[in-house]
């Protein structure tokens, strides 16, 4: 039996108090002993302050967020070892807000683009998805640690989830979409070859442009989602808005437009939520978009 088997079958034995207390614990070593993750968190925080968020305005409520996304992102992922707990008889539901959208994007029968920031327990949305009975296909790089990754992959599996990596290419993307399914992608991580320049925040960034190229050669609707975690522990999962390609533009043109609707997507969704977003590299380059890349694709090293 591996560790992380070990780590599904006795978390969701440990009471929820218990569970708070240890994200409690786990976050605070981990922002003390992870300047890297720590930095970056507050290069993105800084940035966002600058362009003016309410609950960003002062070094002090700053330094507050952060130790809130710290333990949100330990809540994330107890909250992840415990899933089998969410499938026990009586268990808490999430709540669905904006479902129509999705709905209405898989009627023309092409699956849907999932596009969706790491926010609240995103690990669980997707595990949700997948027990009500959609299709689903995640890509991933190396999740949690590379040692248990693969772990971590075939748990997923196991749950009627489809996972790729980048270097699998489209084709088992292609083949879902065509089949009605989701393709659900982390639109502000850092695992691709080629982004799209946009503003984030009001500050220069690049956002993979797998998405929209996706969307764009499956004629495939995009659909910008996200997942909360609520007072008292209950989930929130948000279908927020949809967009279609259009095949009148051309490719690059179309690709920048939607792109920039998952920009603007992101941004609603961590502005209203910044304590959840756990994203721990700066999402702005310190010294911008470099001027070449200014136009379109940019490479990326993921």
């Known amino acids: 039996m591996s560790i992380l088997e070990l780590a599904f079958r006795l978390t969701p034995r440990i009471p929820e108090p218990v569970l708070s207390l240890l994200a409690s614990i786990a976050a605070t070593l981990d922002r003390a002993f992870s300047p890297s993750r720590r930095e970056g968190l507050r290069h993105n925080l800084e940035s966002i302050g600058a362009w003016g968020h309410p609950l960003l305005a002062t ?8 130790r809130a996304v710290f333990r949100s992102y330990h809540l994330g992922f107890l909250g992840y070892l415990a899933h089998r707990r969410t499938a026990a008889p009586g268990a808490r539901e999430p709540r669905f807000v904006g479902a129509e959208r999705l709905y209405r ?22 595990l949700w998805l997948a027990r009500l009975g959609f299709r689903v296909h995640v890509v991933t790089g190396n999740q949690f640690h590379a040692s248990v990754s693969g772990s971590v992959r075939a748990a997923k599996e196991s749950a009627q989830i489809a996972v790729s990596t980048p270097e699998d290419g489209f084709i088992p993307l292609l083949t879902t979409l065509k089949q009605g399914g989701l393709v659900i992608l982390l639109a502000d991580g850092d695992v691709f070859a080629r982004g799209i320049p ?21 004629i495939a609707p995009i659909v910008h989602a996200h997942t909360v975690r609520e007072p008292g522990g209950a989930h929130r999962i948000v279908f927020e808005s949809a967009d ?17 609707g998952v920009a603007r997507a992101l941004e609603r969704a961590v502005a209203a939520n910044i304590a959840q977003w756990c994203i721990f590299r700066p999402m702005v380059a310190p010294d911008g978009v470099p001027s070449e890349a200014a136009g379109g694709i940019v490479t990326h090293a993921a």
């Open 59 to 66: 070094a002090h409520a700053r330094r507050a967020v952060e």
């Open 198 to 218: 946009v503003r984030f925040f009001g500050a220069p960034a690049v956002l993979p442009a797998g998405p929209a190229l996706l969307a764009r050669r499956a």
């Open 105 to 126: 994007a898989l009627a023309s029968g092409r699956g849907a683009v999932v596009t969706a920031p790491h926010l609240g327990s995103w690990e669980l949305a997707v």
């Open 244 to 260: 279609r390609p259009d095949r009148g533009r051309a490719v690059a043109d179309d690709v920048a437009r939607l792109t920039e």
